[in-house]
């Protein structure tokens, strides 16, 4: 109780402001689709093209579809997408890096040339073949195997620098000397260190990832059996949301994806500022 | 002595980048649930209807020629790279039959080239001017402003920034044409109107987006730089503030900046291709999007590969850019 009192007390002011927006749209995307009345992907489940009312907080698309639980859902899918790639990136840009970092030599430079290598490939350009061969669409497993491929690198490379700088410490070698195991090095005096570090890169990679696969879903490459920010936004374009003049459908997901991820970079660099200032002070 | 080792270790890298791009570009379509032959060969068949079997065997070796499924495995391989790097030969657009791949590639290339390389020098720029002057003096009220604009910015998508702007600039106020159409003579002044005109809401789009990382990474540099000794050392000895920021501040500030452009080139190009898309900009994007929407692998493993090596290439030449600026590299 006292940590999460310190850890609220000493963050910066854009850590606050970022929880918050994290806070509301983490309600919308993980607790409001629970209480979605009808599924709302399913078509001509409410009256076409509403204005908001009281029955339809933000109105009906030209599909039949309510735009409110639409977008509760669209969220949902984003941001466990974004969630379960950017565990598994961060899981194996931790672990290869400090491999890299702290064993060195031959593993460390062949890491390093991989890790570069991936970082130098631009991504899109393979998710959109990935779709072409999947027969114009990419569903949300294959997109999400893919993405953790190419999303490892970046938290790897950085685990890399300061597991490398870290190596040099006083403490680390007077806990080899101590005849501490490899492995508890690693898990007991190094990783405290990059915990705050992976805790930015994890949340960088959220929005990286969800940016990514609205990309592909807003030219209409992604699943359309799955709702996405995304998606969302490629039926509103698509079913002429535009000339109709029917804002609030297309303005919803974008609203939802800017507040997003707003909130996502404010809490990332509000971590990285506080672990950087750590570092300095030990 | 240590420039050449810093000139061939970075093109030693830049080689291994293309091959593991190309290894990927090699095993992706192994991958795939569909035997991707067959599936174009179906799309090929329902457009043009009837055709003859020995056209259709044809089709399938030109096909399975592309995708390099011909012979053993590492025989394909070899193939493949070959094909990439040695002779540049994709074969004929299936749907622009018979053009070849290189030539729409070459027609859309300096559209891409252009609106990227003309936005990128824009935002980096300007970016790096206002954050600089914004970590000069962080606690001024232009510098905060500046500061909120460039949080709010940076992390919204390409696309996202892209819509917002058509639709205002578009469907709200018609100031912007919706959809690219270029028109006029050859190297005359309609043409090159007509150019800029539509190519200025494309341009917008990625500089609004980029601008705000430049300003956020260069400002926290400055702010770093700040309280150095060098830097307190040449105030007291009375230097004036532009001749501060310009011989001192900015020659550090701006070596890390240069790093990151290598590093989000790739993303920036990503996002030019949706920006293309969305603006029915004849570029690169555009290119692969009809590309899938028509199933035309030839020219999607075409477009690839060459956004592969053009990204590669274009974060090499910025890596080189490094000794022009380090003088540590330069005469270490």
């Known amino acids: ?17 970022g929880l918050l927006l994290l806070l509301i749209v983490g309600c ?24 908001a009312s009281a029955a339809h907080v933000l109105g009906t698309t030209s599909l ?17 997408l974004g969630l379960v790639v950017a565990f598994f990136s961060t899981l194996i840009g931790v672990f290869l890096g400090l491999t890299a970092g702290y064993v060195g030599g031959a593993a460390d430079r062949f890491l390093s040339f991989l890790m570069d290598a991936l970082i130098c ?63 508890r090095i690693l898990t007991r005096h190094i990783f405290p260190y990059l915990a705050g570090w992976s805790a930015a890169n994890f949340i960088n990679t959220v929005l990286v990832v969800i940016a990514t696969e609205s990309a592909l879903a807003v030219i209409g490459l992604s699943s359309a059996r799955q709702a996405t920010i995304g998606t969302m936004i490629y039926w509103a374009l698509e079913y002429q949301a535009l000339l109709a003049k029917r804002y609030v459908w297309i303005g919803a997901p974008v609203l939802a994806i800017v507040l997003l991820f707003v909130g996502l970079f404010l809490v990332s660099s509000g971590l990285a500022m506080r672990s950087s200032d750590r570092r300095m002070s030990v | 002595m240590k420039l050449l080792n810093f000139i061939l270790g970075r093109l030693f890298v830049y080689v291994m980048v293309l091959v593991v791009g190309m290894t990927i570009l090699f095993f992706v379509p192994r991958f795939a649930p569909t035997d991707p032959v067959d599936a174009m060969l179906a799309k090929v068949a329902s457009q043009s209807g009837y055709m003859e079997a020995a056209q259709v065997d044809a089709l399938r070796a030109s096909l399975a020629d592309t995708f390099g499924l011909q012979g053993s495995m590492i025989d394909q391989y ?7 790097f040695l002779t540049a030969d994709f074969g004929p657009s299936l749907s622009m039959y018979p053009t070849p791949v290189t030539e729409l590639i070459a027609r859309a290339l300096p559209w891409t080239f252009g609106l990227l390389f003309t936005a990128t020098i824009i935002a980096w720029v300007l970016g790096n001017f206002v954050g600089l002057l914004a970590g000069w003096r962080p606690e001024s009220n232009p510098a905060r402003v500046m500061e909120g604009i460039a949080i709010c910015l940076y992390p919204v998508p390409y696309y996202i920034v892209a819509l917002i702007l058509s639709v205002l600039f578009s469907y709200v106020w018609s100031i912007f044409p919706l959809t690219t159409t270029i028109r006029g003579a ?22 609004i987006t980029v601008f705000g990382w430049w300003i956020i990474s260069v400002k926290a540099q400055t702010t770093a730089l700040k309280e150095e000794e060098f830097i307190r050392y040449a105030r007291l000895k009375g230097l004036s503030d532009t001749r501060l920021l310009t011989r001192y501040v900015l020659p550090n500030a701006i070596l890390p900046q240069i790093t990151f452009l290598a590093l989000q080139i790739g993303l920036m190009f990503n996002g030019s291709l949706i920006t293309e898309i969305i603006f029915d900009y004849p570029g690169l994007g555009l290119l692969i999007y009809s590309a899938v929407l028509q199933g035309d692998y030839n020219l999607l493993m075409g477009t690839i590969s060459l956004s592969i090596v053009a990204v590669a290439t274009a974060t090499m030449i910025i890596d080189f850019l490094y000794p022009l600026v380090d003088p540590r590299i330069r005469h270490g």
């Open chain 1, 1 to 17: 109780m006292a940590d999460i009192r310190h850890f609220f007390q000493d963050s910066p002011f854009r850590l606050h402001v």
């Open chain 1, 28 to 51: 919308i995307g993980l607790l409001l689709p629970w209480f979605a009345p009808v599924d709302p992907l399913e078509w001509y489940t409410a009256p076409r093209n509403q204005a």
């Open chain 1, 64 to 80: 039949g579809q309510d735009i409110f639980w639409l977008l509760t859902w669209a969220v949902r899918n984003s941001l466990i």
């Open chain 1, 121 to 183: 490939i631009p991504t899109l350009p393979i998710l959109i073949l990935l779709a072409a061969l999947f027969g114009g669409q990419l569903g949300l497993t294959a997109a999400g195997v893919a993405l953790v491929l190419f999303n490892w690198p970046f938290p790897g490379r950085q685990v890399r620098a300061v597991a490398l700088s870290m190596r040099e410490r006083e403490f680390v070698n007077v806990a080899w000397f101590s005849g501490e195991s490899r492995t």
């Open chain 2, 78 to 84: 070899g193939a493949f790279l070959k094909r990439i």
């Open chain 2, 186 to 207: 050859p190297w005359s002044w309609d043409l090159i109107r007509s150019i800029l005109w539509n190519s200025f809401l494309p341009a917008a789009s990625i500089v």
